[in-house]
Structures are given as C-alpha cells and as structure tokens.
C-alpha cells in the first residue's frame, strides 16, 4: 500500500486508523501489562526492603569479574516478573497480529470503511511491540519498588526521541507512510526495553538460577485479581461513556472533554498513590509497622491537601481550557456544567487513588478487586436508573458515586482491620493500652 502523502491527501483516515489500534492496544495494556507492572512494584519493593534488612543471610551472589567488588543483588520476584513479562508480550504480539482483523472487527470497523486496511496493517506490525512494552512496564515497577522514578523516566525520554527521529525517515524518506510510523514506535520500544534492562541489569541478577513456581503462582493470582478489577472499572466507565453519547452529539462532546480534563488531572495523584505504595510496602514488609501507619497518614493527608487544591484550581481554570478543546459554545455550556463534578470530586478521587495504592502496598489485592467489583456494580446500576431521566447529571452523580464508594469501601477496610490491615494496626493498639 502505497501512503506517500500520508499527511497531506489521505491524513483523516490513516490517522483514524492509528487511533484504532492505539485504542486496542490501551484496552490490550490496561487489562493484563499494567496490573503486572503494579504486583512487581510491590513484590519488588517487599523483597528489596526484606534484603536490606537482612542483608546477612539474603543471597548474594558475586559478579564474577576478578578483583572487582561488585555484588549483584538476587530478587527473585524481579526475574519472575521478567520472566513472565516476555511470555505475556510474546502472547499478546501473537494475539495482536494473527487476530488483527477480530481485533478491527470489535472495534466496530466494517470491512468497506477506508479505515479498515490501514487500522490492520498498523495494528499487525505494532503487535511485533508488544514483548518490548511488557517487559519495559514490568522493569519500570521494578524502578518503582526501589523507588527510583527518573531512570524509567530518561528511558523513555530516549525512546521517544529516537522515534522522532525515525518518523520522518521512514514515513516520508522510505516512503512507507503508517506503516513506517509503526515501525520507528516498535523500535523506540525496543530501546526503552533494553535500556531498562540494562540499567536493572547493573545491580540485579536478571535471570535467576533457581526458578520458584510458588512466585509465579502468586503473581498469577494477584494478577488475576488485579484483571476482574480492571474489568469492573471499565465496564463502569464504558456503561457511563455510553449513557452520555445516548444524549445526542453535544452533550456527549462536553461529556468527553470534562472526563478528559477529569483523567488528565488523575495522573497528578496517581503519582502520590505510586509513592505510597512503594513506602508503604517497605514499612509493612520490614515489620516496621509505626512507619506503616506514618506512611498511611501521611499519603492520606497529602491526598486530601492535594485534591482540594487541584479543586481549587480545576473551578478557576476550567473555562480556558476547556476552549482548547471545542469553541463550539453550546458543547462549552455542557463542560461548564460539569465543573461541579471535575472540580468537586478531585477531594474524593485523590484520596481513591491514594487508597488504591495503600492496598497495593500490603498486597491487599482481594481486597481491592473484591470491593471494586461490588463499587462497579452499585454505580453502574445507579447510571442506568438515573441518566435516562437526569440525563448527564445522572451520569456524573453516578461517577462521582462510584469514587465515594471506592473511598468508603477503602476506610472501612482499614477501620475494620481485616487481612494484612490487623498486623499494621494491632501493635498501634498494645501501644496505647
Ligand atoms: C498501577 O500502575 C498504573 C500505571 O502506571 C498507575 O497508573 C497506577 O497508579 C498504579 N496503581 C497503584 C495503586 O500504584
């Protein structure tokens, strides 16, 4: 297929077809890469505290190099996390690119769209990715247990200069249009794979010599934990997504850019809840539980501190930027009403996020899927009641539900002590007596 004037002549569905596949590639990593990369932050950062603790009697194992005094750290719940990242990525590319027209047809692509080969041919060869973005997002829980942010960071930085770099040269130089986009991505994943690798490779064996199934076991079970739970987020936010576009093109226009800004605006507590976890697992797993509860009050404070400032800001400044969105004044008036929901419930998100990583940190993941599950199925049956009638108001009453209910789920978890909860809270009590 011959896109010269990728750009230029055919830019509007080429780039539609992009979108697609970027979307079946979102829904492929939200389910199955990201509660991997969570799990092995805090297994990771269990057995990195658990290391240094007892750095004596933990296993380390001598580099090799003559004269060198180089040690490099055994964690076998990092190579686990490796090992089972390849087998996942070389899943997923099979999946991705034997199935690439399933994958089209459920996006609701027919096979006469102008979208249709070029949402394939894009989808097929970014599968060939898919090893490399696997194993990059485990590495990078890895960085996240020890608490090192900025290596992932520089990582892909690098990866995302090269394929700016390598766009133009294929797409336009080489003639190869999507097809050529595709390509320099893959490549870039290559390198930020292989960069964190050899970063992780500095200071850890990678590959253990001896293989523990126990640790596989207990990744697939909190993995598949971390799956339903994913599935009831999604499934609620699909069900609230669809009960707007009901309402017709504009309201669904302005729902999308309040739940846009409201996403966008996540990413800063999410940040907090990553920080939380990785602390917290550290407290909890050296059997520090004193910095366990400082670190649970402390993320709780600042994810309170934090949500109410970015409320604050979210009621000033929605109105620009929203405009950076639509100027089309009636779909504007939608996204004005719905500031009260973005800018209102950033309190109550922040502190849902922050609890979120809390259960991470002490592997509560039942926990978390269970409660999530029932939250999804509350809130999605309060949507279907109420946005018929209440149109979007019943759709963002619904969400901002669905994030009480998670907080509310989330203190009473820790209110009520149950599962690893009792052992950070007991000592607290035989202090006080
Ligand atoms: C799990 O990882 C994702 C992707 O980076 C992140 O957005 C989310 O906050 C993590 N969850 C927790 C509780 O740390």
């Known amino acids: 297929m011959k896109t010269a004037n990728w750009l230029a002549a055919s830019g509007s569905s080429e780039l539609a077809a992009v979108g697609v596949s970027v979307s079946v590639f979102n ?8 509660p991997l990369l969570n799990i092995t932050t805090s297994f990771v950062a269990e057995e990195q505290a658990m290391a ?81 973005i696997v194993v990059a997002l485990a590495a990078q829980g890895a960085f996240r ?47 930020i794979a292989l ?55 504009i309201p669904m226009a302005g729902y999308q850019i309040c739940t846009q800004v409201w996403l966008t605006v996540s990413l800063l507590t999410d940040a907090l809840a990553i920080a939380g976890q990785a602390l917290l697992a550290r407290g909890y797993s050296q059997g520090d539980y004193e910095q366990a509860r400082e670190v649970i009050y402390m993320v709780l404070q600042i994810g309170v501190a934090t949500g109410v400032a970015l409320a604050v800001i ?23 009403s719905g500031i009260l929901f973005v800018a209102g419930s950033q309190p109550m998100n922040a502190v849902a996020f922050v609890i979120d990583g809390l259960y991470y940190g002490v592997s509560d993941f039942g926990y978390a899927a269970y409660s999530m599950v029932f939250v999804g199925i509350v809130s999605s049956a309060f949507i279907l009641a109420t946005a018929p009638t209440f149109g979007l108001a ?5 969400l901002f539900l669905f994030m009480t209910l998670r907080v509310v789920a989330g203190i009473w978890r820790l209110g009520t002590k149950g599962g690893p909860w009792e052992r950070i809270w007991s000592e607290a009590e035989q202090l006080s007596d």
């Open 27 to 34: 829904l492929v990593s939200k389910l199955f890469n990201v």
């Open 52 to 132: 240094d603790e007892s750095s004596d009697d933990y296993h380390r194992l001598s580099d090799g190099f003559a004269g060198e005094q180089q040690t490099k750290k055994l964690l076998p719940s990092l190579s686990t996390s490796l090992a089972l990242a390849t087998g996942i990525g070389i899943a997923e590319s099979i999946a991705l690119s034997v199935g690439s027209g399933f994958w089209i047809n459920l996006m609701g692509i027919s096979v006469d769209s102008p979208i249709r080969i070029p949402a394939e041919q894009f989808l097929y060869l970014r599968a060939f990715g898919a090893p490399a």
């Open 145 to 191: 247990g020890f608490k090192d942010t900025k290596t992932p960071l520089y990582a892909i930085v690098a990866g995302n200069l090269l394929n700016a770099f390598l766009d133009p040269i294929l797409i336009f130089l080489f003639d190869l249009g999507i097809g050529g986009a595709a390509i320099s991505t893959v490549i870039s994943e290559y390198l």
């Open 195 to 249: 960069l964190l690798l050899w970063k992780l490779n500095d200071e850890v064996l990678l590959i253990s010599p001896n293989f523990d199934g126990r640790k596989i076991i207990q990744y697939l079970k909190s993995g598949g934990l971390l799956i339903g739970r994913t599935l009831a987020v999604l499934i609620t936010m699909t069900l609230a997504t669809s009960m707007a576009a009901r309402r017709g093109p």
């Open 314 to 336: 979210l009621f000033v400044g929605f109105g620009a930027f929203s405009r950076l969105f639509s100027t089309d004044s009636e779909v504007l008036e939608i996204a004005w």
């Open 394 to 398: 019943g759709v963002w009453t619904g």
